[in-house]
């Protein structure tokens, strides 16, 4: 599955939009990574027990939003984000999402 930021790709053309497509999780943070990150909170430096919950779970959302793109038939998705809300507190979800496309690759041109 090709992913992008942008808008389109260089080397592939989109021959048809399928929609938006997203995936998402609610993480809750547990106590006994707080009584850590309050102890670095302290002393200063990266909180990596957090670091390390926010990347599993823009994993997990990233790859449900390419099982949805998948079950459509995309084999792209341009204009891919995340985002976060707060659900309660002490909990958030994160949300990757983009719009599925179908692609073709490009031909290249020769120059004569």
Same mark, same amino acid.
């Given at each position: 599955?090709?992913?992008?930021?942008?808008?389109?790709?260089?080397?592939?053309?989109?021959?048809?939009?399928?929609?938006?497509?997203?995936?998402?999780?609610?993480?809750? *943070?547990? +106590?006994?990574?707080?009584?850590?990150?309050?102890?670095?909170? /302290? !002393?200063?430096?990266?909180? %990596?027990?957090? &670091?390390?919950?926010?990347?599993?779970?823009?994993?997990?959302?990233?790859? *449900?939003? +390419?099982?949805?793109?998948?079950?459509?038939?995309?084999?792209? /998705? !341009?204009?891919?984000?995340? %985002?976060?809300? &707060?659900?309660?507190?002490?909990?958030?979800?994160?949300?990757?999402?983009?719009?599925?496309?179908?692609?073709?690759?490009?031909?290249?041109?020769?120059?004569?």
């Amino acid at each position: 599955m090709l992913m992008t930021t942008q808008n389109r790709f260089e080397d592939h053309e989109i021959t048809e939009t399928l929609g938006v497509v997203k995936g998402s999780t609610i993480r809750s *943070r547990h +106590i006994g990574k707080d009584i850590t990150a309050w102890l670095r909170n /302290i !002393v200063g430096g990266e909180i %990596t027990e957090y &670091t390390k919950m926010m990347g599993e779970s823009r994993e997990q959302a990233v790859d *449900r939003m +390419i099982a949805e793109a998948e079950s459509q038939g995309a084999d792209g /998705i !341009v204009c891919m984000r995340f %985002t976060t809300s &707060t659900v309660m507190q002490a909990s958030a979800e994160l949300l990757a999402y983009g719009t599925a496309v179908r692609l073709k690759q490009k031909e290249e041109s020769s120059d004569t």
